[in-house]
């Protein structure tokens, strides 16, 4: 290598430290001595550097050690003085910046830079020959401290009579760079302390080194001022010319620093000030740079997420199962669209951090991101560490006994049949509660030996994973069809999947509507086409707003109902037709308009939300569109009239607004008798006095007077008076029974086992008030009922639907309702099997309860020494939240304990067990509560019993309205296509992950605090937008890795055996039925034929072109052909209000011409459902257009017809 000269020294050593700082990430945080970094300069320059070379350009002389800290920025020696190099690096692959600095001192340094040290941990591996060369330097250099201190030999040092000129002082050297720092050619307007420009950062002249400027006060012990005694004049010119030197050098580094604080400024930092920073350099603190390398860390990570070629989802596994989870918010989206979002939000944030399309590519981000199969595939995996966390806690919680609640729904051309366990733990406030474990929701047969295989091949795989000695004990179900709770329970027990001591319940959301449906059908008759019922009337105005909605959205009903209720408002003409058609109606509408505390049009539109047509089988939706129709009774006829005017009559809303017109406007014809009321509207002297038990019509007169006999439609009174039943008893109680038990939370919906044996008894006693002598007929919410009774004409005969048939008709109403009640109600929740329940209910009657058993255990029941408590109590939020109902307790208990036989109760190991505990509460000088410990005399005294109420009683469902919320759910997933097996695990997903967080975030919302009441605060909805999403979050993430911990304490194979069971579809119940149908049909091939009659029956379809039927739209008056009508009619035998139309008798010999068309319609429809037959235009009634014929006339008539449609085409 060539030799560099002094001259060159600052170039050469500027090129090598640029080199090598910004290319060698291995000589980070190492010391280096003189020989190391010669040997690395003389490689980097390719020219000789020796030590003493370096030593003199860094240090000016003396014994030193250098570092270099490349990491943390800096270099230095170990004397006073240092020198260091900033390297700021650009991120997202920018160039580097390197530069160099000087401080007066190593502390100094370290005050401005805590990057700055004097040594450094952890060195990394350097070259092998740096290693080598600085080994040996050390070495050399701790040999010859060793010698020189064994023979007290010093370095020469400066003549302290050496003028002061040659070796300026601090002050002196301090006030020189002050002075050169405040005279350079920087403007007088620029801040010195703002950061450099990239021009000033370029011009600024960078020395390789700053040499200190050579007093003692900054070489410290690297020169030493006293020279030694004795010294030989040789010796002493030789010290002197070193000194001449070292002060020429002095002076020259001098100079540079002058030169070199002209572009330099100070920065002050808090109380800090760093001294002579060029303008191309910032000082930062070292927590600004930890977090500056952080973020760049993070920024690497994410270039390796989606780095080029890589093809496939890196995502941890805990991130793609959040990402599952979180995705079903969406579930009735397609995976598609999932994924497509996920790519396109990754997408977004990628590009608007700055990184574009040449440093992570659209292709990269698609390949990095979870494709389809991945998002489904992890759908399973969080379902089986759902399962698994679930079994966790049942273990961990120590309960002994699970309840299960199961129903049947098909959607999508799937039988499913839903399967949920129940037990009871604690909150994260140790408050008791219900917890859920949905099974699956595997298609099975629907036999109940079918679906009782079904439950147990679900039921296998989850205990397994529980502990051997819990128990299902407890079923609900419903109680018709092949899967009655009642039919799968023994079935369950045979196959031992229940406890033989367990027990079942029927729904009472079914239950409750059973009596309202059976009381309607006998009372007013059923819903159907062609039937004159207040059922039908309700439904058919339901779909008329549905079907407008249908055609333009609620927008376009919104515009019909202002437009009509600003003509109802202003028009005399359709106001003098609906006082006539309908007094009360037009009066109790008026009123409204009338009432400035009412908007019409916001209130009638607002009802036109969510309309859902009354069904008898869906719970509650009659009695609500019941009360639709009252509330809206003359907007929906005016909306009927308009629609008829409007649309064509081949038009279905043209044939449901005439039904609907046709319908309101019914009404009994008066005799003349009948309508010869006085003025005053009384009664005539024939109706039914109020000692018959009937109405008083002159009272009901007296309440409506502007009422004459024929004024009330008859179905209008019909729909006051179960609107006002509905209110006043059916909804608050069956929404009582829809509500969570107050005890055990929010999650205990559907869960009033505990309550519902009082409710029992509390329902009964409301009802026979009501019946007895009639007394509903004096309360209030009767009293539209009662007023438009003054409208209905007396007319002897209940077949004629005057008041003879209201009367009847009440009666009846009730006496159906009342039977129903005891059988679907009263004999369920009063048996022997479920009695027992009530010991979780109110203190007081649980006690009597107990008194009752202990008696019986005694002999005292049979001795008849026994006597039940006439005490009054108060019974809290049974019928609604916030009220309270009084009663005796004698009353309760003997209704309550009429059908339940003791004997039998105390042998069941449900109080067997617990027997003792209870009795010993009877000791208590207070009625004990079972669930409050704090009224407790000792701490655990009764929490056998607490146990049981907690673990069997709460957790067994009353009703399964979380399982048709699931039914619900799994309709919405059948619209995506989502096949058997992700529709269970998407419903274990739901009941243990989103549910209980949808019931949660309503606790986060303030405003339920502040409602006084239960019933308020369920008003309230859940919080939405950001706050429901952070909450959703950190709800996913802290349930998912609790799931983990479970599945790592399972074990792998647990954890496999759980994932196979719900991944693989031969695991499916489906996939056994569907083995053993492939058996019957091969075993169907080898039997031998049977050809039967049924095989051989069938009539060839001939057109109506070729004469096989007649177009309605062929009979006409002008044509004279009503009477072939009329012959189809009667032959067809066709009823009208249950009573069949007969030739040549009323009303059929008067009938009109387009009503008996329309039955023909509805009769035809019926025939060809009745025959699996569909025509061409559909099976609606309203679509059918032409007839089959079946009488002699009308076969007939097929040659006239045909010849007409010949004419006509020709």
């Excluded at 003692?216 to 004795?230: F, H, M, S």
């Excluded at 609107?723 to 059916?730: E, G, N, R, T």
Aim: net charge negative; proline share 4%; charged share 25%.
């Amino acid at each position: 290598m060539p030799s560099l000269s002094t001259g060159a020294l600052q170039k050469a050593t500027r090129k090598a430290i640029v080199s090598l700082f910004n290319d060698n990430s291995t000589l980070q945080n190492q010391f280096f001595t003189d020989q190391a970094l010669s040997i690395i300069l003389s490689e980097k320059c390719g020219v000789d550097i020796d030590a003493d070379t370096v030593a003199k350009a860094f240090a000016a002389g003396g014994e030193s050690r250098y570092s270099l800290q490349l990491k943390d920025m800096s270099i230095g020696h170990e004397g006073e003085s240092v020198l260091f190099v900033y390297k700021a690096h650009r991120l997202l692959g920018g160039p580097y910046i390197t530069a160099i600095g000087w401080f007066d001192s190593v502390k100094a340094a370290e005050a401005i830079n805590p990057f700055v040290g004097k040594s450094i941990a952890d060195c990394a591996i350097i070259d092998k020959k740096v290693k080598e060369v600085l080994g040996k330097q050390l070495k050399k250099d701790h040999e010859k401290k060793a010698k020189d201190k064994s023979t007290n030999k010093r370095p020469p040092s400066p003549s302290s009579e050496k003028p002061p000129s040659k070796k300026p002082s601090a002050a002196t050297v301090a006030a020189a760079v002050e002075q050169e720092q405040t005279s350079n050619e920087q403007p007088a307007d620029v801040d010195q302390t703002a950061a450099p420009t990239p021009e000033s950062s370029a011009n600024a002249p960078v020395p390789a080194a700053a040499i200190a400027t050579a007093t003692p006060e900054l070489l410290g012990n690297c020169v030493r001022e006293e020279r030694d005694e004795g010294v030989s004049i040789e010796e002493a010119g030789e010290m002197e010319r070193a000194e001449n030197e070292e002060d020429a050098s002095n002076q020259r580094a001098d100079n540079e620093r002058k030169e070199y604080t002209k572009n330099c400024r100070d920065v002050t930092i808090g109380k800090d000030t760093v001294h002579n920073v060029p303008y191309s350099l910032d000082v930062v603190q070292k927590n600004y740079l930890s977090s500056l390398r952080k973020k760049a860390k993070m920024i690497d990570n994410l270039m390796e997420l989606f780095k080029e070629g890589r093809g496939k989802t890196v995502f941890q596994s805990r991130y793609l199962r959040f990402l599952s989870a979180v995705s079903l918010q969406n579930s009735g989206g397609s995976d598609n669209g999932t994924v497509t979002l996920i790519a396109a939000t990754a997408l977004v944030l990628i590009r608007s951090i700055g990184i574009t399309e040449s440093e992570i590519s659209t292709e990269s981000i698609a390949n990095g991101c979870p494709g389809e199969s991945t998002i489904a595939e992890y759908e399973y995996h969080v379902a089986a560490h759902l399962v698994m966390m679930q079994c966790r806690r049942i273990n961990l919680s120590g309960v002994k006994y699970l309840t299960m609640t199961t129903d049947g729904g098909q959607r999508k051309g799937c039988e499913h049949m839903v399967k949920v366990f129940h037990f009871g733990v604690t909150d994260k406030d140790g408050n008791p509660t219900i917890g859920h474990l949905a099974l699956d929701v595997d298609t099975c047969g629907k036999s109940s030996a079918e679906i009782a295989a079904a439950i147990k091949k679900s039921v296998a795989p989850i205990k397994s994973l529980l502990r051997p000695d819990i128990k299902i004990n407890g079923l609900t179900g419903d109680s018709g069809g092949g899967g009655a709770v009642q039919h799968i329970h023994p079935k369950l027990i045979e196959l031992g999947v229940m406890d033989k001591n367990s027990k079942y319940l029927r729904c009472i959301m079914h239950a409750l509507s059973k009596p309202f449906e059976n009381a309607c059908k006998s009372a007013f008759g059923e819903q159907g086409l062609g039937k004159c019922t207040v059922f039908q009337l309700a439904y058919s105005a339901i779909t008329l707003f549905r079907k407008l909605n249908e055609q333009g959205g609620l927008e376009l009903v919104d515009k019909y109902s202002s437009k009509l209720l600003e003509v109802l408002n202003n028009s005399e003409g359709w106001e003098a037709e609906g006082t006539e058609m309908f007094p009360q109606a037009m009066n109790a509408y008026k009123a409204k308009i009338d009432d400035d505390d009412h908007d019409t049009i916001k209130e009638f539109t607002k009802d036109l939300r969510n309309l859902q047509l009354p069904v008898m089988t869906r719970w509650k939706t009659v009695p609500k569109a019941l009360e639709f129709l009252v509330d809206n009774w003359v907007p929906t006829y005016f909306m009927s009239v308009v629609i008829i005017q409007k649309e064509g009559s081949k038009s279905a809303l043209y044939q449901i607004a005439c039904d609907i017109v046709s319908l309101m406007t019914l009404r009994p014809a008066p005799v003349e008798a009948a309508s010869n009321a006085d003025a005053n509207g009384s009664a005539p002297s024939s109706a039914p006095s109020s000692e018959d038990g009937n109405i008083d019509t002159a009272a009901a007169a007296a309440a409506a007077p502007t009422l004459q006999k024929g004024d009330t439609p008859i179905l209008l009174s019909q729909a006051f008076f179960l609107v006002a039943f509905s209110k006043y008893y059916f909804t608050p109680w069956f929404d009582s029974g829809m509500q969570p038990d107050p005890q055990f939370g929010s999650d205990s919906h559907g869960h009033n086992s505990r309550l519902f044996v009082q409710q029992t008894f509390l329902m009964r006693e409301e009802l026979d008030e009501m019946m007895g002598d009639n007394k509903w007929k004096e309360m209030p919410e009767f009293r539209h009922y009662i007023a438009s009774l003054a409208g209905l004409p007396s007319l002897g005969d209940v077949k004629k639907g005057g008041l003879e048939f209201m009367n009847k008709a009440t009666d009846t109403f009730f006496r159906e309702y009342n039977t129903s009640f005891i059988k679907h109600i009263e004999n369920v929740w009063t048996s022997t099997m479920i009695l027992p329940y009530i010991i979780g209910g109110h203190p007081e009657l649980a006690h009597e309860f107990i008194r009752w058993l202990r008696a019986s255990d005694d002999g005292d029941l049979a001795a008849d020494n026994f006597a039940w408590s006439t005490k009054e109590i108060e019974i809290e939020n049974q019928k609604s939240y916030g009220e309270s109902h009084e009663c005796r307790i004698d009353a309760c208990m003997i209704c309550l304990t009429k059908n339940a036989d003791p004997g039998v109760i105390l042998e069941d190991s449900f109080i067997a067990e617990i027997k003792d505990s209870l009795f010993e509460s009877l000791e208590s000088e207070e009625v004990v509560n079972f669930l409050d410990r704090s009224r407790w005399q000792q701490a655990d005294e009764y929490d056998p019993v607490r146990k049981r109420i907690c673990e069997v009683v709460a957790p067994h469902a009353s009703q399964q309205q979380r399982i048709e919320c699931l039914v619900q759910e799994i309709n919405a997933m059948a619209r995506t296509n989502v096949k058997e097996a992700r529709r269970t695990v998407r419903v274990v997903i739901f009941v243990t992950l989103t549910h209980p967080f949808n019931r949660e975030s309503l606790t986060l919302d303030k405003k339920r605090e502040e409602r006084s009441t239960m019933k308020e605060k369920l008003k309230v909805k859940r919080v939405n937008g950001t706050e429901r999403i952070t909450g959703y979050f950190n709800h996913v993430e802290g349930v998912l890795a609790e799931a983990e911990k479970a599945v790592e304490e399972a074990g792998e194979q647990k954890y496999k055996d759980i994932f196979d069971h719900y991944r693989k579809s031969d695991n499916k119940t489906s996939a056994v039925e569907r083995e053993k149908k492939v058996q019957g049909f091969e075993a169907a091939t080898e039997k031998p034929r049977n050809i039967t009659k049924n095989q051989r029956r069938g009539d060839i379809f001939i057109p109506i072109a070729v004469g096989g039927g007649i177009a309605l739209s062929y009979f006409a008056k002008k044509r004279k052909n009503e009477s072939v009508v009329r012959e189809e009619i009667a032959f067809r035998e066709i009823k009208l209000d249950n009573v069949q139309l007969r030739l040549n008798e009323p009303p059929l010999e008067t009938m009109e011409l387009d009503k008996m068309k329309v039955l023909l319609q509805q009769d035809e429809a019926a025939r060809l459902a009745r025959n699996d037959m569909v025509r061409e235009e559909g099976t609606s009634w309203m679509k059918i257009n032409s007839v089959d014929p079946l009488s002699q006339a009308m076969k007939d008539e097929v040659t006239n017809y045909l010849a007409f449609r010949n004419a006509n085409k020709n």
